[in-house]
């Protein structure tokens, strides 16, 4: 089945109490039990629910992994893989990624004896150097928050095989359509759903596809001892939008393109980070593992101007100033004061994310009126 068909019918079928094409919001907290231990496969709405299974299955085909397990937010999702450590653990990172991670892994789980390594992972060798016994957990993210970098999947998975650590890659800015690393070699795929997952910036949502059964038991039983679980009405919304995924990630992929070659050629603009150029220091590795480039583009100022950045960012109209991404609407942010604000600056600024860093969350919308947009503003 191929991914345009999975994202309609993969793991979903009619309602068999109904037909009902659409699956059901099961709107209920419990379930009657015919006697004490016989039901019909569920007890209680944070353990299991109908249409949570449907969304999780649906998931899990995506990935091309064996379970989908969903959580109220991608950072609840991430807590629960982080659940799988023990103090004296450590988790090797990458150095430039999304602010709310490094402050889950600095701020909240450093606290309970994990130790975290923040690690240029563009090239493989620097997380040799830090994998050591007390490694579990290699995190990627790629493309990389804000900064668009690209990590070879398989050549750190490779690097990590047999190590006893896990291998996780936070797959939010790719999506299913454009990567997939579990076939890289991945043990798990993270994705806040709240993005291009559900991409009608109307839900906030979270979840975890692995292959492997044990490991699914184990996430499995975080997300019902835990209970970090979604509504059935915001598994609806999700599973309402992943069926126009491949339709919206591949007209914003194409719009991406034709912003990112604008601003590479304006003259008020310095660096354009974007995957997608040849002279991009990841390129081949993001066209060898990727089957697009993806719709986000992060740019700074030639003049480095926080005082322009921020007029810009409160001129645009179409782009809207808003935290989040991969809606069908376009939006813009300023990564140093919202979605990266919890790093500190000198961290920041050793990846390059400087104070008239904009990232851009490109929409559906007709790419002229974008271009018009952003040509205004600057």
């Not at 490094?102 to 004896?113: C, F, L």
């Not at 499995?220 to 999700?238: E, H, I, K, S």
């Not at 109209?317 to 500190?344: C, D, K, R």
Request: aromatic residues 6%.
């Amino acid at each position: 089945m191929k991914f345009g068909t999975k994202v309609i019918h993969a793991g979903i079928h009619p309602d068999p109490q109904t037909g009902a094409v659409m699956t059901p919001i099961y709107q209920t907290s419990t379930y009657a039990q015919e006697a004490p231990g016989k039901h019909k496969g569920y007890e209680y709405a944070r353990t299991q629910n109908p249409t949570r299974s449907v969304l999780e299955a649906n998931l899990a085909a995506l990935e091309n992994g064996t379970h989908g397990i969903c959580f109220s937010s991608g950072l609840a999702a991430m807590d629960a893989v982080m659940r799988l450590l023990n103090p004296g653990d450590e988790i090797i990172a990458s150095n430039d990624l999304y602010g709310g991670s490094y402050r889950q892994i600095t701020k909240v789980h450093e606290r309970y004896g994990i130790k975290g390594h923040f690690v240029d992972m563009t090239d493989p060798a620097n997380v040799q150097k830090s994998l050591n016994e007390n490694t579990k957990i290699v995190w990627i993210e790629t493309p990389t928050n804000p900064m668009l970098s690209i990590v070879d999947i398989q050549a750190v998975c490779a690097l990590v095989k047999g190590s006893g650590a896990l291998v996780c890659v936070d797959n939010t800015f790719a999506s299913p359509y454009l990567q997939t690393p579990l076939d890289l070699g991945a043990d798990l795929v993270l994705h806040s759903a709240t993005k291009y997952l559900g991409g009608h910036s109307d839900v906030v949502m979270g979840a975890v596809v692995v292959k492997d059964e044990k490991l699914a038991e184990s996430i499995y039983f975080l997300q019902n001892a835990v209970g970090a679980v979604p509504g059935p009405q915001d598994c609806f919304l999700v599973l309402r939008g992943i069926k126009t995924l491949h339709l919206r990630v591949q007209r914003a992929c194409e719009n991406a393109a034709k912003i990112a070659a604008f601003l590479l050629g304006h003259p008020k603009v310095g660096k354009v980070y974007w995957p997608g150029f040849e002279n991009h220091p990841n390129h081949a590795i993001a066209k060898s593992q990727m089957r697009g480039f993806g719709a986000m583009v992060s740019f700074d100022l030639a003049n480095d101007s926080l005082e322009e950045a921020n007029r810009i960012l409160s001129s645009t109209h179409l782009f809207t100033l808003a935290e989040s991404l991969g809606g069908v609407e376009s939006l813009i942010g300023h990564p140093a004061s919202m979605t990266h604000a919890s790093i500190p600056k000198s961290e920041r600024l050793k990846v390059g994310l400087t104070d008239s860093l904009i990232r851009l969350s490109v929409g559906v919308e007709d790419v002229d009126d974008l271009l018009a947009d952003l040509q205004k503003a600057i």
